[in-house]
């Protein structure tokens, strides 16, 4: 291909420049970026970030150039050899789980030692005898074995409890003969294990004298140590191309009679005696499954900074992009309008926007919610905290309301959080017009790669029901007359005393009835539930959209009230100066106000709000705060913190050198422009096949 | 890698297989299949899929195996050889425009001949006079010169008055020069330019002694003929990779003072007098942009098909999948639940189901209005029907009411009927749980190359300004006691006719009701916002939010309507026998009951409906009619006759063999499972390069 002309290379973008209007939208706005990233973020965390990321641009496997160019093997090759030289650097440089995890952010890709990194490593340390710690764990944290965790399968993803993989127990030569009696017991999606992994901790049902006792954690070698072929009888591979997250090889996994050593069955709460062959039991059969309350958790820690990546390069880009002038012009303004102005666009970036904000204060609630629960746990006698995977939806607990809490509000806020943030991406790429559609945008392939979040750790629908189940049981309490020991009670119990004198809450008017009108929504939905299923004695399965939509009315109360509570907080008004905390007060108005009348119907028919309260959020409310976050929108997503490098997108880059820099990646860096087709219908394709062969040979 | 061993090729699924699952979903029903595609698609239609199908197959260039594994420069590579192939299948076996349609349907990926066979053969026959329609469009529709439609630049797309390239007319040697002033001139997008045309039809604005007279279209060469390199003071190449629709090669294009002479300018409305010097103004300056209704209405027809084939893989793929065991199964019913039989699934798949139906019948409603509007403007004295893109949405029309009515109803139509098969596709995706996030499901390929379809043509937010605009305009004429001349002002009449007594739509016993309730609705709006804009004399930008509202409400009382009125006619009725009629009278009802209740609040605070009503169709209406469809599911989407070569998805095959198959791509034809690496950190990559480099040469 012809290198770009000098008479191209000396072209600019017409009219205001992006960098200038960039210019312009922080001169108008005196948010203090610095000071609130810190006050989000910490000073620490944001240091530690700089500090990473100039070690990572000083290696050359990780430049990002050809990340959007290249084929599904390329990917996952590069994102090994990524992955390797992560390990060396924090070996290098002694790096604290927080630097290493600063780094995967910035590098912004799943990596194939990812669950071997998280699952295996845990795994085989909380799960193991000291003996098994030795044996599995040691070598596994010095990356003298690499594993990964085998539950999920081709026939079973959510029931954990109908795995189809057995492992029996084998009384003659103290073994477990690992086995897949189906197709369907493939293990599938196991991340790590497509072409990486040499080990890994197998969830199967185990079997003793024809008994089943359900799933258990075994530890199989999968691949010869040294030369990574598959071991006799085991059959594995890479499950193929995914709608994103390509550079990691999720794994499919077969066995054929394998057995395996009697200490590979991980035993710290479950074990067979290999002396009488019996099962020895757990004091709580909950531990065994563990719970995936922790990995939810992060999942909403985590669900506003995905989010915020799309509002940063849709909010810059729409400031950036100019088109039409405005219809009600005056005379002298000839430009075109930034689109940024639109107050269609603005309802859509902006109540994102604002949605950011929300759901980082509530991740913070929620590990808050998190750390108190574990510390309590702790503390009562001999249940050491549980953070693994593998729980049901079946999981019992204890009857520690705290608990049951917890494990509610993670489910709903995993979906909600994870729903946001996933379709929020979607609503940001079409934003950013024809060039969102370009993957230089940089929203595309991340949606693509974050879109599974919706899926595992528990189906987005699916989890309703656990949240729902929890508020049936609270309401059966409070209507039982017992005292609310939580928030959630206190709300049911609250909407039963004043159902008599009913709700007045001036959602425009106060922060705090707008926190309780979505209290009050809540109970009533609940209340509603109820009904159906102990009076009109409704099939559970009848009642699924009921809880779902309940379970999204609870979740989103947890949102508002924590967003709220964090700007109530002593903290917070010591920290920010007035004029940046009323701003993050409109953002919360917007994101409550805007929730509220895209759920009207609900807010109506529980009479939380009254018709007329609700056209004015819609009409008057949300139209005012838009028009008055306007001004501060580029700041506020300064305010993110996210470097360039880390983006990775033309659209949002912090210079605003939008149509710079799309034009150099097409021209200069785009492998699809070094070969030569013939374009007549009746001869080959390539003109010169010697080009596509040298591209190959750089590929 | 290992071949699949013998040991796991005799696995097959656990519990009842997915064949026989599909075979009893068949069973419970007795929609006759064959007669319904009949109906919906025509014997005529049926028979060609069949008879071109059969063509494709035979030919070892459209094998589909590679297509989700392949990297960029492959799939591109790929895909013109498929188009070569197409174009030789065309002229050897004599294909109609028809035939041709199929053909492309069921290979089911645009194609880099694809703006050629398009936009440049259109453009050059209908805007030339008859000396170029000899000089361009004869050698191009003998694949002579192959070309494609630049209008969209890097800094223009929507307003395309707003173009940058330049023709300037040069009055001393009569020729144009052709430029680009700024960076944002490139062209950009352009479908088949990106290395496959030779020549362009450029949109650039008309310069004649400094007078701008708006973007025209000129005929450039582009390339070379011979050595296919571009020519000089021409920039041109890919734009790079796209979030999908990867097998086209979208380009870019500059300009550096290119002159052409003057027969390059089709002239057929609007020229330039070569001995005056002078622009020779069309009669209708509006025909110089063409309109963009074809366009439209033809992505209002494919949208029921598109989102249909999403529908068709999930149905299956959840009457195969079964997972947990009903909570209130009884004793004996010890297998797990059909995924199919959740309502949380039902009522995000049945009611999409319906979708599907609603679209088809709507895209021929339109199709309808768009025939009989091309036959009235044939009449009308001397001016062809003008079916070419290139308006931007100032575009004029003649005082015909039909006109304006149907260009406001494909712009409302467009936005919502891509939009809902856009976002219907990725709720099919995610019901199909883990397994949907494999490209091996068909849909997320299939979804991310149809998501531009949202933008593109007009951005589905951008467009509802022009329904608003002709509501409005409508709405005026109403106030003023004009007589209602089409459907849109008849019913604005009656809503206001009504307004002392109110309205009461009996819309869960009386279907005609229910599609007066939709009309009511639009009313309401229309008359809300001409109150904001007229009376309040809001900014028009500040009416936006309003205005997509409105045009949501229009569109989706037009597909309400549509839907009826198909299943009200008499062809129907004598065409299909009474219990499937029935059968389509209820998708019709769960299609608006569903969107009512969706839209509630609109429907309530314009009075359509109660309260009570809502609930009802919410809680009592919508389940019922999911019970009623539910084991007609299956055959409704076998009535969408969609070949498995066509869809190409593990999940989505007509025999119901699910697991298998998935099973054979990913351990069978996946390209990934061919190369060994080394896992340990401190080593290289690949354990054995010379597998990568065979890799390599095979792809």
Redesign the interface.
């Known amino acids: ?2 290198p ?2 000098a ?2 290379k000396q ?5 205001p420049q992006g960098h200038e209007l960039l210019k312009q939208e922080r001169e108008k706005s005196n948010v203090p970026v610095d000071k609130l990233s810190a006050f989000l973020f910490t000073k620490e965390v944001l240091e530690r970030k700089r500090r990473v990321l100039k070690v990572l641009q000083s290696e050359e496997v990780f430049d990002k150039s050809q990340n ?7 990917r ?2 590069t994102a ?2 990524r ?2 030289k992560l ?2 650097l924090t070996v290098k440089h002694k790096w604290s789980q927080e630097d290493f995890r600063a780094a995967t952010e910035l590098i912004s890709e799943p990596g194939p030692y990812g669950l071997h990194e998280s699952m295996f490593l845990i795994t085989t340390r909380d799960q193991s005898t000291p003996e098994q710690r030795e044996r599995f764990w040691k070598p596994a944290d010095n ?2 074995i ?1 594993g990964c965790y085998a539950q ?1 399968e ?6 954990v409890r ?1 795995l ?1 993989t057995t492992a029996t127990w084998n009384s003659d030569d103290k073994t477990f003969t690992i086995h ?7 293990k ?2 196991i991340g790590s294990l ?5 080990h890994a901790v197998v969830m199967a049902q185990l079997i003793i004298d024809g008994k089943p006792y359900g799933p258990h954690p075994f530890v199989v070698q999968i691949r010869d140590l040294k ?4 071991l006799e ?1 085991i ?1 594995v ?9 390509n550079t990691m ?1 999720n794994g ?1 996994l ?1 066995f ?1 009679q394998v057995k395996i050593p009697h200490i590979n069955m991980l035993a710290r709460f479950s074990a067979v005696d290999p002396k009488t062959n019996k099962y020895v039991r757990p004091a709580n059969p909950a531990l065994v499954y563990g719970t995936l309350t922790w990995v939810r958790s992060t999942i909403v820690l985590q669900a506003g900074g995905v989010l915020a990546r799309g509002v940063t390069i849709a909010t810059r880009y729409c400031a950036v992009r100019r ?2 002038q ?3 012009a005056k005379e002298g303004e000839k430009g ?1 309008t930034q689109v940024l ?5 603005q ?1 859509r970036l902006l109540t994102l926007l604002a949605a950011t904000f929300a759901l980082h204060f509530t991740g913070k609630g929620m590990m808050g919610l998190y750390e108190e629960n574990q510390k309590k746990m702790s503390a009562d006698a001999g249940q050491a905290a549980d953070t693994k995977r593998g729980a049901g939806p079946e999981e019992t607990h204890s009857g520690s309301d705290l608990l049951a809490d917890l494990h509610a509000t993670s489910c709903g806020l995993k979906s909600l959080a994870s729903t946001t943030a996933a379709e929020g991406l ?1 609503v940001c ?2 934003a950013c ?2 060039h ?5 945008s940089g929203i ?2 991340w949606y ?1 790669d974050y ?2 979040t ?3 750790e528990g ?1 987005n ?1 699916m989890l309703t029901q656990q949240v729902a189940r929890y508020l049936l049981k609270s309401a059966r309490s409070v209507l039982k007359g017992n005292k609310p020991t939580n928030d959630t009670t206190r709300i049911l119990a609250h909407f039963l005393r004043k159902s008599d004198i009913g709700a007045a809450f001036d959602v425009l008017g106060r922060d705090q009835d707008l926190v309780s009108a979505f209290a009050w929504r809540t109970a009533f939905l609940t209340f509603e539930a109820l009904k159906h299923r102990d009076e009109q004695k409704k ?10 939509r309940l379970s999204k009315a609870h979740s989103q109360y947890l949102v508002v009230k924590n967003f709220f509570e964090a700007l109530e907080a002593p903290a917070t008004h010591n920290e920010l100066d007035p004029e940046t905390l009323g701003l993050l007060y409109k953002l919360f108005r917007l994101y409550a106000l805007h929730t509220l ?1 895209q759920e ?2 609900e807010f ?2 529980s009479s939380a709000c009254t ?1 007329r309260q ?2 004015l959020a819609r ?1 008057n409310a949300v ?1 005012k705060l838009l028009e008055e976050i306007r001004p501060h929108a580029v700041r506020l997503v300064d305010s993110w913190d996210f470097p360039d490098w880390q983006l990775d997108s033309s659209l949002g880059r912090f210079d605003g050198k939008v ?2 820099d ?2 150099y ?3 200069e ?5 070094k ?9 080959p ?3 010169k096949r010697d080009e ?2 040298r ?3 750089k ?1």
């Open positions: 291909m012809s770009t002309p008479w191209v072209l600019t973008p017409s009219g959007y160019f290249a084929g599904r093997v390329d996952f090759e090994l050899a992955a390797k390990r060396q990356y003298e690499i999920t081709l026939g079973h993803g959510s029931n109908g189809e897949s009696p189906h197709l369907t017991a493939s599938w999606w497509g072409r990486t992994a040499n030369t990574h072929e598959p009888n059959h591979g890479d499950i193929g191309p995914k709608f994103g997250y090889d499919f077969l054929n088109q039409f405005d219809r009600d075109e102005n639109y107050t269609m666009v309802i979607e790429r079409r017009g024809g969102g559609y370009s993957n230089f595309g392939p693509s879109l599974p919706t899926t595992w189906d629908y099939a559970w399965n009848d009642l699924l959209v009921d809880f779902y009348e009207a119907s109506f028919s018709v609700i056209t009409n139209m149509y710079e799309m034009f990646r097409a021209s860096l785009n492998p699809l422009n070969i030569t087709v013939d374009p007549y219908p009746d001869s394709v390539l003109f596509r062969e591209l190959n040979s590929l």
